[in-house]
């Protein structure tokens, strides 16, 4: 969890906020075991709270909502955290 987050210190409770009010975010990481490594370590630091929305640690363009996710028609992004490593996300929204 640590070694994950280390990175991320300087925003880490900025992080714990908006995980713990459910916020969207989006993990962009080059590989997929570090992306879904940070997923699971931001889903862990409200502990002994349980994080109750939906997370994705790793979420491709694949997948079968990506569609839905991504449309100009929704107004904004649901309680979600998504693990990316595609640069097509960074367009997205």
């Known amino acids: 969890l640590a070694s994950?987050?280390?990175?991320?210190?300087?925003?880490?409770?900025?992080?714990?906020?908006?995980?713990?009010?459910?916020?969207?975010?989006v993990v962009q990481a080059?590989?997929?075991s570090q992306c879904s490594a940070t997923v699971q370590a931001l889903t862990s630091i409200i502990h002994p709270l349980t994080f109750l929305a939906d997370y994705r640690p790793f979420y491709t363009i694949h997948d079968a909502d990506f569609k839905e996710l991504t449309s100009?028609?929704?107004?904004?992004?649901?309680?979600i955290i998504l693990g990316v490593t595609n640069p097509f996300f960074n367009k997205v929204k």
């Open 4 to 25: 994950v987050l280390f990175p991320l210190l300087e925003h880490l409770h900025t992080l714990w906020e908006l995980v713990l009010t459910a916020e969207p975010l």
């Open 72 to 79: 100009s028609n929704s107004s904004a992004l649901p309680s």
């Open 30 to 32: 080059s590989s997929p």
